[in-house]
């Protein structure tokens, strides 16, 4: 099972870079303007972005996006109104000193351009090698790794940190570990999967996907991601879309109204036994009766049941998560930062005590 995994990683390693390492390809998002990259380890060539501090890009390449524009964004709609003015206050303050320091000339390393990124086995991996080699190749930047909890990357965490690395809130994510025993506790999971048996509108499978249906799936999930939550969320086109799930990296699967158009989607990107969903859309302009939301996030506990797959569910919808079993998990970002200039180095820390002392409990107490 473990060399499956693993060799499963390095293909699709190999798959990403050729997509998006080669001459003129970039990240082939709109809205994320990065080199594309690779350090290569005995897991694979590790896909890294290169930013260079360029304002308003997608928070998956951008430490001052994350931590500044999409933080003030995120704390004006969730906190409570006591907690946001103060919150907002800080975050304003934060990203000035982060636009100072440099820090968003960032190197991120096993960066998917993806909102959870999947890590391999710490086996197959030297993390003190990788940042060598990495502060050789990019002296002037800061480097990141993100998405790693301690659930999942507990030995990914401890290497880093021992290699000098810096810990950095980001989110909380929801884990779903073992959907046979969710099932009998939770009545919502249940109910959802029944909703796909029942609901009027056609299945779509992966290998019913269309070559119209891909600027739809941009559409729906535009409509959600961009439109409905953040302008800071990646950007992914109709030809970004068919690209990765050409080559195998998503998998596709939604609804379909009479006329044929899709209502709602999920895309799965998967690693060894985890599974996580990149892309979920719906066509917002539908009544709520017709469960939309439901319907696309079912199609991901289905698959993740049928082929006995963990989910990692990213952030966002806490609640209704919550009411299906996703158990909490504080997801960090290990810095690196100690060959870079003086302001820089006081960035990360300042930025690693506030999300560790701040962020962690004010996430955990309003559950987000």
């Not at 928070?59 to 906190?79: F, H, I, K, N």
């Not at 299945?203 to 999930?221: G, K, M, N, P, S």
């Not at 966002?316 to 180095?345: C, D, M, N, Q, W």
Request: proline share 4%; net charge positive.
């Amino acid at each position: 099972m473990a060399a499956t995994a693993d060799s499963r990683f390095a293909a699709s390693a190999r798959t990403f870079a050729i997509l998006h390492a080669g001459p003129g390809a970039g990240t082939r998002v709109p809205n994320l303007h990065a080199r594309i990259e690779t350090l290569a380890t005995a897991a694979g060539d590790l896909p890294v972005s290169v930013h260079d501090d360029r304002a308003g890009d997608a928070w998956v390449c951008s430490p001052r996006t994350t931590y500044s524009d999409y933080a003030a964004e995120e704390g004006a709609r969730y906190l409570p109104s006591w907690a946001a003015p103060m919150s907002l206050r800080v975050i304003a303050s934060l990203g000035r000193s982060l636009q100072w320091s440099g820090i968003d000339r960032a190197v991120s390393i096993n960066n998917w351009l993806l909102s959870t990124n999947l890590y391999p086995s710490l086996a197959l991996v030297d993390p003190a090698a990788l940042l060598r080699e990495a502060i050789a190749r990019w002296p002037g930047h800061t480097l990141w790794f993100r998405s790693l909890n301690a659930h999942d990357n507990a030995d990914w965490l401890a290497a880093l940190q021992a290699a000098g690395g810096q810990r950095v809130t980001s989110r909380q994510v929801y884990l779903y570990d073992d959907f046979d025993a969710l099932l009998r506790r939770h009545g919502n999971l249940k109910t959802d999967l029944a909703l796909l048996r029942k609901t009027p509108l056609q299945h779509c499978r992966d290998q019913d996907v269309t070559e119209a249906d891909y600027a739809r799936i941009a559409e729906i999930y535009a409509l959600l991601y961009i439109c409905k939550h953040s302008r800071f969320n990646p950007v992914y086109d109709a030809q970004f879309l068919r690209l990765w799930h050409r080559a195998g990296l998503l998998t596709f699967e939604g609804f379909r109204t009479d006329d044929g158009r899709l209502a709602c989607v999920v895309g799965l990107f998967r690693q060894g036994r985890t599974a996580t969903a990149p892309i979920v859309g719906y066509d917002t302009a539908q009544p709520q009766k017709m469960a939309l939301y439901r319907l696309a996030t079912a199609c991901a506990y289905r698959a993740c049941l049928t082929n006995g797959w963990r989910l990692n569910f990213s952030a966002g919808a806490a609640g209704f998560k919550r009411l299906r079993g996703g158990v909490p998990a504080i997801e960090y970002s290990i810095v690196y930062a100690r060959h870079l200039p003086t302001r820089t180095r006081m960035a990360v820390t300042a930025l690693s005590t506030l999300t560790c002392r701040l962020g962690t409990p004010l996430l955990r107490r309003f559950r987000l």
